[in-house]
């Protein structure tokens, strides 16, 4: 009896905790005057319009959904949305040793405590099925002298799926503030390209 649990016990850790994680995102703390540099960018151009109406089409080619548009203050609210697996390595664990702890239980009770294991198997499906991953986005583009200071920030949200089901919580289980330089090169890049479209 001992040998068969130790072999199911060695099969679930064997399994579940040589799962691919999804690698997080380090972010090295930076200063808020370097954050404030990877988030602006200034144009060699005084009409702001013109800069305000190229920021709004590179966000809608990105995949950005405009929520708000406030032409006086130069003000721009977009967002995002895409599924995508994020798995928590402590959930999984923590999910890996109740199953393992279900699976003792089931043995030891020659099989009358089996239905409780699917418990935490629902729970670790949960962990490994996609996740909607929310960014909000927010531009800002004003006068700075005869030119044009455009700033971008991005937050993204990770929301919580509920008990496997594809409902989702309204509350985030991680929020991100994004502070890594390609992510605002690559918008500043494609916003270059869209403000010499709109001089065409």
């Known amino acids: 009896m001992k040998k068969t649990v130790s072999i199911l016990l060695t099969f679930i850790f064997a399994f579940y ?3 691919p994680a999804c690698a997080k995102k380090i972010q090295v703390a930076k200063s808020q005057l370097e954050v404030r540099e990877i988030q602006t960018r200034v144009y060699d151009t005084s009409d702001t319009n013109e800069v305000l109406k190229a920021a709004i089409n590179t966000l809608q080619d990105e ?4 929520l708000n548009i406030e032409d006086e203050l130069g003000y721009i609210q977009a967002k995002k949305e895409f599924k995508a697996v994020r798995i928590d390595k402590k959930r999984m ?10 699976v003792t239980l089931t043995a030891l009770t020659y099989g009358l405590e089996a239905p409780i294991m699917a418990d935490a198997i629902r729970k670790i499906n949960n962990e490994k099925s996609p996740r909607t991953i929310v960014v909000d986005s927010n531009v800002n583009v004003e006068p700075y002298g005869k030119k044009t200071k455009v700033r971008f920030t991005l937050v993204e949200k990770e929301l919580e799926n509920a008990d496997g089901y594809s409902y989702i919580k309204s509350s985030p289980r991680k929020v991100i503030r994004i502070y890594a330089a390609p992510v605002y090169q690559e918008f500043f890049g494609e916003l270059d390209k869209s403000i010499f479209y709109e001089k065409i």
């Open 17 to 19: 905790f040589s799962l």
């Open 63 to 66: 995949g950005y959904s405009i």
């Open 93 to 102: 664990t923590g999910y890996g040793f109740l199953l393992a702890y279900y």
